[in-house]
T-cell receptor, first 112, second 116 residues
Framework: GENVEQHPSTLSVQEGDSAVIKCTYS??????FPWYKQELGKRPQLIIDIRSNVGEKKDQRIAVTLNKTAKHFSLHITETQPEDSAVYFC???????????FGTGTRLLVSP | GAGVSQSPRYKVAKRGQDVALRCDPISGHVSLFWYQQALGQGPEFLTY????????KSGLPSDRFFAERPEGSVSTLKIQRTQQEDSAVYLCASSLLGGPSTDTQYFGPGTRLTVL
């Protein structure tokens, strides 16, 4: 089955810096890769997703890149703000299986 | 519109008790998922429904766990004879589409289960 690895486990940056979180997956059939942000005690919220037919997607300060050959995808946050502080999870799934397989999470701390 | 809701938000059970956790998906969503999230970990898949059909229950950790969605909307996750290792947040998610399409999953706030 699918296995998703995520790193780093913690990331501390100064406000205004960029943050990059990387994930690798094992199942070459995976074709959908969402990223969720989870604040303490809250529900995971989708911040961006990418499908395997594109290599990059951007939404304001957030971007995701996908390298299907290497089976890895990354989240890029530019001009970080203190409110970006949270735990970020990557996930992968493939058609027909539906279930999301999550990474272990990255705790991002943005200091003012 | 209303998002995914779950009840209760918090549940404390004594070891050996049975518990029932409820999920109300977004209206009209075909697919419904249950995940278990241990402290400091990512959510782990438990089971998946397409309408009322349970198409995948490969993540249920034991036969003490049972889920149903009899009318294709509200779902209940039942845990019998709870054990301490069942302590976790149970998340429900729903998505609009079913079948082979992979669609955005929207999560509920979760039920935090503590087994004493």
């Amino acid at each position: 089955g699918e296995n998703v690895e995520q790193h780093p486990s913690t990331l501390s940056v100064q406000e205004g810096d960029s943050a990059v979180i990387k994930c690798t997956y094992s199942d070459s059939a995976s074709n959908y890769f969402p990223w969720y942000k989870q604040e303490l005690g809250k529900r995971p919220q989708l911040i961006i997703d990418i499908r395997s037919n594109v290599g990059e997607k951007k939404d304001q300060r957030i971007a995701v890149t996908l390298n299907k050959t290497a089976k890895h995808f990354s989240l890029h946050i530019t001009e970080t703000q203190p409110e970006d502080s949270a735990v970020y999870f990557c996930a992968a799934t493939s058609s027909g299986f539906q279930k999301l397989v999550f990474g272990t999470g990255t705790r991002l701390l943005v200091s003012p | 519109g209303a998002g995914v809701s779950q009840s209760p938000r918090y549940k404390v059970a004594k070891r050996g008790q049975d518990v029932a956790l409820r999920c109300d998906p977004i209206s009209g969503h075909v697919s419904l998922f249950w995940y278990q999230q241990a402290l400091g970990q990512g959510p782990e898949f438990l089971t998946y429904f397409q309408n009322e059909a349970q198409l995948d229950k490969s993540g249920l950790p034991s036969d003490r766990f049972f889920a149903e969605r009899p009318e294709g909307s509200v779902s209940t996750l039942k845990i019998q004879r709870t054990q301490q290792e069942d302590s976790a947040v149970y998340l429900c998610a729903s998505s609009l589409l079913g079948g082979p399409s992979t669609d955005t999953q929207y999560f509920g706030p979760g039920t935090r289960l503590t087994v004493l």
